[in-house]
Antibody, heavy 124, light 108 residues
Framework: QVQLIESGGGVVQPGRSLRLSCAASGFTFSNYGLNWVRQAPGKGLEWVTFISYDGTDKYYANSVKGRFTISRDNSQNTLYLQMNSLRIEDTAVYYC?????????????????WGRGTLVTVSS | EIVLTQSPGTLSLSPGERAALSCRASQRVSGTYLAWYQQKPGQAPRLLIHGASSRAAGIPDRFSGSGSGTDFTLTISRLEPEDFAVYSCQQYGSSPLAFGGGTKVEIK
């Protein structure tokens, strides 16, 4: 079954860290660029970060640059998001999303497969 | 930076009716690089449309997209019970990627 499953969310205090994971199955993980997209309560979707199929290229939204780090393990079909120095405004459901380009190295910048998300709540 | 504004915020319609959802960009979206997604509570978002008018794999033909420049529309020709959801647009023609705030289509 083609799917993405996020985990690792929870309640964390401001300034602390959290690591999210996204386990992929049913497709050739190493061919695809991957993203994290978040949605704060009652708000629209917000793109957070992208990593290329082989992990060499990474891009971040200005709102998380310098605090969040995206990485991947193609041997384990898993995507990660290390979130440091968390802020109240980072509270959101975090989705793992696959770039629609199925050829390794290509990037379309829209997303054809999403997970159900994991909730991160930053609160004191 | 492109800002996408979706309207209306909520659309109340009955099954069988036609829905027209608007997505307006603060600047021209290059290359009609606009996508539409459907979201239901507790479910993964689903890609409906890319390139402003191309249906994604497996999407029924009652869903259609149109527009260019700064004005885009998602049309659902005849609403089915499973179509009541939140719809979001996304531009991917320039950095940073941006999403609209969403339109909720609810049962009247």
């Amino acid at each position: 079954q083609v799917q993405l499953i996020e985990s690792g969310g929870g309640v964390v205090q401001p300034g602390r860290s959290l690591r999210l994971s996204c386990a992929a199955s049913g497709f050739t993980f190493s061919n695809y660029g991957l993203n994290w997209v978040r949605q704060a309560p009652g708000k629209g979707l917000e793109w957070v970060t992208f990593i290329s199929y082989d992990g060499t290229d990474k891009y971040y939204a200005n709102s998380v640059k310098g605090r969040f780090t995206i990485s991947r393990d193609n041997s384990q079909n898993t995507l990660y998001l290390q979130m440091n120095s968390l802020r109240i405004e980072d509270t959101a459901v975090y989705y793992c999303a696959r770039d629609a380009a199925f050829t390794a190295g290509a990037v379309y910048w829209y997303f054809d497969l999403w997970g159900r998300g994991t909730l991160v709540t930053v609160s004191s | 930076e492109i800002v996408l504004t979706q309207s209306p915020g909520t659309l109340s319609l009955s099954p069988g009716e036609r829905a027209a959802l608007s997505c307006r960009a603060s600047q021209r979206v290059s290359g009609t690089y606009l996508a539409w997604y459907q979201q239901k509570p507790g479910q993964a978002p689903r890609l409906l449309i890319h390139g402003a008018s191309s249906r994604a794999a497996g999407i029924p033909d009652r869903f259609s997209g149109s527009g260019s420049g700064t004005d885009f529309t998602l049309t659902i020709s005849r609403l089915e019970p499973e179509d009541f959801a939140v719809y979001s647009c996304q531009q991917y023609g320039s950095s940073p990627l941006a999403f609209g705030g969403g339109t909720k289509v609810e049962i009247k």
